[in-house]
């Protein structure tokens, strides 16, 4: 594909030779003369002098580079988009394989792939352009909307209601038991879980991610939000729209967490919690208490992000205080003994 016809699907300014021909995209120490390589931010800039790519994209008021380039306001997006111009997903052809069991009263749009030793429960509904890879076990009663991917090894349990262009990764399982007992007197009884799980359009779950299935009512994941690898949501949670959470966060039963919230690596929430809207939880925080909108914590329990970072500058200071203050101690008893002489 020639740079400047790249450059106009991209939505990108063309700066340079339009009439490359650009083969793939590649990252700038494995690209070629007619690869088309990315960065990420200024800062990297010299890194480009040691690379043989044809052509880079770059953001709008950079500095000017020595080869074609492609400019934008978000380079990120741009590579995306590129990525999936020159590395298509792989798609299966439609059908049902004849190794998967399907039940009788089980709909598959005629042009979804329901792939090798899938199984299909009992009133389970499958949409247009929907991708079920191997092995994919879904039981009664789900829904399943248009242009999903639902890689191999995924569990879908019953009632579990997924929106359109949903994506989730292998090992997931969406709609197992809440984590929900009662004591009777020294024993554990099970709290049946007769509640689903609703993931709205446009979401994306990654690889050994739990969601639980609701108590009562549902547990719903808001649309456009993504899911990274081994997350745990509990029941009864509610997630916004177009929020991110990040590997190995865990969110206790009845929390919700708003819209466009980031939680970012191995963040616990804990039950009934509720995060506002547009908040900021940073890696590692223990959240045990509500967070406003707009509001960025740190730290166990979290805070205020900078009250945080005051807090551990002063314990970092922590030995020489204490050596400063066995000093002290040393020269006061020196001046005690001398006025009681």
């Not at 262009?165 to 038991?177: K, L, N, P, W």
């Not at 208490?289 to 945080?308: M, N, Q």
């Amino acid at each position: 594909m020639r740079l400047g016809e790249l450059a106009e699907r991209l939505g990108c300014r063309l700066e340079g030779d339009g009439g490359l021909e650009v083969a793939a995209v590649r990252s700038l120490e494995e690209a070629g003369p007619h690869d088309l390589s990315f960065i990420a931010r200024p800062a990297y800039l010299a890194r480009l002098q040691g690379s043989a790519a044809g052509a880079v994209i770059l953001g709008e008021g950079w500095p000017p580079v020595d080869r074609p380039a492609l400019r934008t306001g978000n380079p990120y997006l741009a590579l995306a988009r590129a990525l999936t111009i020159f590395h298509p997903a792989p798609t299966p052809a439609p059908g049902i394989h004849p190794t998967a069991v399907v039940a009788p009263d089980a709909r598959v749009a005629p042009d979804a792939c329901v792939g090798p030793l899938c199984v299909l429960g009992p009133g389970t509904a499958v949409g247009a352009g929907t991708i079920l890879e191997a092995q994919v076990a879904v039981g009664a009663r789900v829904r399943i909307g248009q242009g999903c991917r639902i890689f191999p090894n995924v569990t879908l349990r019953d009632e579990v209601v997924l929106g359109d262009r949903v994506i989730i990764h292998s090992g997931t399982v969406i709609g197992a038991d809440g984590f929900g007992y009662g004591r009777d007197g020294h024993r554990y009884v099970k709290i049946p879980q007769v509640g689903r799980v609703v993931i709205e359009d446009d979401v994306e779950i990654g690889a050994n991610v739990c969601i639980d299935r609701a108590t009562l009512d549902e547990t719903r994941i808001g649309r456009g939000t993504k899911i990274d690898n081994l997350v745990q949501v509990g029941h009864n949670v509610r997630i916004g729209s177009d929020t991110v959470i990040v590997a190995q966060v865990g969110i206790s039963g009845s929390a919700r967490i708003g819209s466009r919230v980031t939680l970012a690596g191995q963040v616990g929430v804990a039950d009934h919690v509720e995060i506002g809207d547009d908040a900021i939880v940073m890696a590692q925080s223990g959240v045990g208490k509500d967070i406003p909108p707009r509001t960025a914590v740190f730290g166990s329990p979290a805070a205020p992000h900078t009250e945080t970072k005051r807090q551990l500058a002063a314990l970092a200071r922590l030995p020489a205080l204490r050596k400063a203050v066995r000093a002290l101690e040393e020269r006061l008893a020196g001046l005690e003994a001398r006025l009681n002489k």
